[in-house]
C-alpha cells in the first residue's frame, strides 16, 4: 500500500527559483493538506483542501500555492524560493470530517533548502 | 500564535521511566486531540487520541490524560524503551480536519 507519497524526496533551489512539490495519495481520501516542520515551531499548515476543486489557505500560506484537480493529487508550488522557505514540508490526507476516524496519513517529506 | 503549546522541547528518560510530555491549549471548540510519533527521516504517524468526553485514554504503555477544565492533556509513557524515542507532537482538531500541532518534543530514552 503506497499511502501518500511526496516526490521529490530532497531538493535544492536558488532564490528566485520555482518548483512543484508533488503529494499523491491512494486511499480515496477527501481531505488533503501541506504543513511545514521548522525546529521548535512543530508543523504548520499551509494549504488545504477537502475536496476536488477546494482549496483553503492555512496558517503559513504566503509564498506557496495550491491546486486541486483530482482527489489523488495535491501540488504545493513554491513561486519564487526565498531562503525562509527552507525546511521540510509534509503531505497529508485524511478522510471526511464525518468519519470517526479522523487520522491525518503523513508522506515522508520534502527536504527542502533555498540558497 | 500558537493555539497548542507542549513541554518539554527535549526529555532524556531512563529506559523502563515514565515519560511525560505535557500541552495546553486555548480553543475550547477543539473536539479531538491526537497525538503523533515522527521518527527520523520518516512523517508522523498516529499514536494515540482522545476526545474531550473521556479523561483517559490507555493503549498498551501509551496513555492520555486529559483535563477539560484546565485545557490540558499530557502522554504517559510507561516503562519507556529505547524504541520510543522519538519525536512526539500534540495536536488539537476543531470541525474538518486542520490539525494545529504543538511545537514538538524530542524524546531520548538511555538504555
Known amino acids: 500500500n503506497a499511502g501518500v507519497t511526496q516526490t521529490p524526496k530532497f531538493q535544492v533551489l536558488k532564490t528566485g527559483q520555482s518548483m512543484t512539490l508533488q503529494c499523491a495519495q491512494d486511499m480515496n481520501h477527501e481531505y488533503m493538506s501541506w504543513y511545514r516542520q521548522d525546529p521548535g515551531m512543530g508543523l504548520r499548515l499551509i494549504h488545504y483542501?477537502?475536496?476536488?476543486?477546494?482549496?483553503d489557505q492555512g496558517e503559513v500560506p504566503n509564498g506557496y500555492n495550491v491546486s486541486r484537480s483530482t482527489t489523488e493529487d495535491f501540488p504545493l508550488r513554491l513561486l519564487s524560493a526565498a531562503p525562509s522557505q527552507t525546511s521540510v514540508y509534509f503531505c497529508?490526507?485524511?478522510?471526511?470530517?464525518?468519519?470517526?476516524?479522523?487520522?491525518?496519513?503523513f508522506g515522508q517529506g520534502t527536504r527542502l533548502t533555498v540558497v | 500564535q500558537q493555539q497548542v503549546k507542549q513541554s518539554p522541547q527535549s526529555l532524556i528518560v531512563q529506559k523502563g521511566g515514565i515519560s511525560i510530555i505535557n500541552c495546553a491549549y486555548e480553543n475550547t471548540a477543539f473536539d479531538y486531540f491526537p497525538w503523533y510519533q515522527q521518527f527520523p527521516g520518516k512523517g508522523p504517524a498516529l499514536l494515540i487520541a482522545i476526545r474531550p468526553d473521556v479523561s483517559e485514554k490507555k493503549e498498551g504503555r501509551f496513555t492520555i490524560s486529559f483535563n477539560k477544565s484546565a485545557k490540558q492533556f499530557s502522554l504517559h509513557i510507561m516503562d519507556s524503551q529505547p524504541g520510543d524515542s522519538a519525536t512526539y507532537f500534540c495536536?488539537?482538531?476543531?470541525?474538518?480536519?486542520?490539525?494545529?500541532f504543538g511545537q514538538g518534543t524530542r524524546l531520548t530514552i538511555n538504555p
Open positions: 483542501s477537502v475536496g476536488a476543486g477546494i482549496t
Open positions: 495536536a488539537a482538531i476543531q470541525g474538518a480536519q486542520k490539525l494545529v
Open positions: 497529508a490526507s485524511s478522510f471526511s470530517e464525518t468519519a470517526l476516524n479522523t487520522e491525518a496519513f
